[in-house]
C-alpha cells in the first residue's frame, strides 16, 4: 500500500487538533510535519497521542514547506492567511484549505463531495473547503434545487468552537453564559457562499451560543408547487442514499445529533396548509464534517484514496 505524506498547517486550533487524530486513523496517510508557532518545540503527541511518532511541532515558513516534498498540506489557518503558503507550495502538491480564502475562486475545486459531486475531486490539487454554516445550509437547500422560489432563509446557532482560539467575545464563555449572540446579520460570508455554490438566493443569520462544538439550522423554503411532507422526506432521502455522512430522520434534529459525529443529520421536515412553506433542519459538528473530516473526504479523492470511515470524536 502506497502512503501518502501530508502535511498540516495551523495545527494548533480545534480544527487541527481533530485532524491530527484523522489522519493517525488512516494507514495510507502519514503525518510529516505539523506547523504551529505556539506550539513549536512541543511534542506533537502532547496535543494528539494517536500520533504514533516522535514528531515535534515547528514554526514553518512557507518556503520550509514547499522544500518537505510532501503529497499534501493541509491549510487550517485563519481567513486571509493561506496566500503566501498557496503561492510557495509546487503546483503538483495537493491543497486543502479550510480558510475563506478560495471558495470564490474558479482556479479551485469547491469540495463539498455529496452535493457537488466527486469527479471534479479526483487529481485536483487546489480545493476549497466549504465554511461549517455553509455545509448544513446546503445539504438542507441541495435536494430542493429547482423547486423553489424566493431565498432560502437559514437560521444557524453554532457552538462557541466555531469562533475559534483567538479571545473575542464570540468565544467568551462568561458573555455565552444565558445567552444566544446574533451576529452579521446581513452579508456574511457564508451567506454569499450557499448562494454561490447552491444557485439560490439565500438570506443567513447566525448566532452563536454557550455550547462548545455542533451547529443547527434551520431552513424556511417556499416551494414552486405544493410538495407533502412523504414527498420532500422521499426527495432527501434519494439525494442522499449511499452517502455514510448524511443521515435523514423522521424526527426534528437537535445541536446533540450532529456534535462529535462525522456526518450530518438532516429532518424535522413540516409544511405549512398550502404546502408550499417548508422548514427543514440540519445538524452536524462544526469541527468534523464542518470542517476536518470533510478535508480529509477532499484529501482522500484528490489521492485517489477511499473515502475511508469516519469515528465519532472521542474529545
Known amino acids: 500500500m502506497s502512503v501518502r505524506r501530508v502535511g498540516l498547517v495551523g495545527a494548533r486550533g480545534h480544527t487541527g487538533r481533530e485532524l491530527l487524530r484523522l489522519i493517525a486513523d488512516r494507514a495510507d496517510l502519514e503525518l510529516a510535519f505539523a ?21 515535534a511541532f515547528e514554526a514553518l515558513a512557507p518556503a520550509d514547506i514547499a522544500a518537505r516534498g510532501v503529497d499534501a498540506v493541509i491549510l487550517a489557518l485563519p481567513n486571509g492567511a493561506a496566500a503566501p503558503f498557496v503561492a510557495a ?12 480564502d478560495y471558495r470564490f475562486d474558479e482556479g479551485w475545486t ?28 446546503q445539504l438542507a437547500i441541495a435536494p430542493l434545487r429547482g423547486h423553489l422560489v424566493g431565498d432560502a432563509h437559514v437560521f444557524g446557532v453554532s457552538g462557541y468552537s466555531g469562533a475559534g482560539t483567538t479571545p473575542s467575545r464570540k468565544n467568551d464563555t462568561a458573555a455565552l453564559a444565558d445567552n444566544l449572540m446574533p451576529y452579521a446579520l446581513s452579508g456574511h460570508l457564508h451567506e454569499r457562499e450557499m448562494a454561490r455554490h447552491m444557485g439560490e438566493g ?27 411532507v412523504a414527498e420532500v422526506e422521499a426527495l432527501f432521502t434519494r439525494t442522499y442514499a449511499g452517502e455514510a455522512l448524511v443521515t435523514v430522520i423522521d424526527r426534528i434534529p437537535e445541536v446533540r445529533d450532529g456534535a462529535l459525529q462525522p456526518g450530518a443529520v438532516i ?20 469541527l468534523l464534517k ?26
Open 35 to 55: 506547523s504551529s508557532r505556539e506550539w513549536a518545540g512541543r511534542p506533537v503527541g502532547e496535543m494528539a497521542p494517536e500520533i504514533a511518532t516522535d514528531l
Open 89 to 100: 507550495i509546487p503546483d503538483e502538491t495537493v491543497i486543502v484549505d479550510l480558510s475563506a
Open 110 to 137: 469547491y469540495g463539498l463531495p455529496e452535493i457537488h459531486g466527486r469527479e471534479a475531486l479526483a487529481g485536483a490539487t487546489r480545493i476549497a473547503n466549504p465554511g461549517c454554516y455553509a455545509t448544513s445550509g
Open 202 to 228: 439565500v438570506r443567513f443569520t447566525p448566532h452563536v451560543a454557550a455550547f462548545f462544538r455542533g451547529i443547527v439550522a434551520t431552513t424556511h423554503l417556499t416551494l414552486g408547487r405544493a410538495m407533502s
Open 267 to 286: 429532518g424535522g421536515f413540516s409544511l405549512d396548509e398550502s404546502g408550499h412553506k417548508l422548514v427543514v433542519v440540519s445538524a452536524l459538528d462544526n
Open 290 to 315: 464542518g470542517a476536518a473530516v470533510q478535508a480529509m473526504q477532499n484529501l482522500a479523492l484528490a489521492l485517489g484514496l477511499p473515502e475511508g470511515a469516519y469515528s465519532s470524536s472521542p474529545l
